[in-house]
């Protein structure tokens, strides 16, 4: 596994905070996420993992459009949304579920920047939702 750092995007078995709200404790399919900040905490190295969506996202969520040269640098097909107000923690160098160990690809640092900044301020907003896992 390649080092895990902010803008690589991977195929995760992504369990949205509605399905765990529900009891569910696995995500229902592999989708691509993207990487954000990675937390040391001890021996474990929290990752925010973001979910990508290629369905348009209503006003309800805060959701970045992917540009179509972000979109290929990460291995992904337009249309696609990263999503901003939700995401899983996770350690990815043990996590089960990991779909494969080789990124799909990586956003750029200044798209990686963009996504850092709106998750930000969803946190500020209070509007964010997270699963640890």
Not at 36 to 64: N, Y
Not at 106 to 111: A, H, R, V
């Amino acid at each position: 596994m390649p080092e895990v750092r902010s803008g690589l995007v991977f195929r995760y078995s992504y369990l949205w905070a509605r399905q765990h709200e529900r009891g569910e404790e696995s995500g229902r399919k592999d989708r691509p996420v993207c990487v954000q900040v990675i937390v040391k905490a001890g021996a474990e190295r929290l990752t925010m993992l973001f979910p990508v969506t290629s369905q348009p996202q209503g006003d309800s969520r805060a959701a970045l459009e992917i540009p179509a040269l972000e979109a290929r640098r990460a291995g992904l097909r337009t249309p696609a949304w990263v999503i901003v107000d939700e995401w899983n923690e996770d350690d990815l160098e043990i996590s089960p579920y990991l779909a494969e160990p080789n990124p799909l690809g990586e956003f750029s640092k200044p798209f990686a920047a963009r996504i850092a900044r709106s998750a930000a301020a969803a946190i500020r907003e209070r509007r964010h939702k997270r699963v640890r896992r």
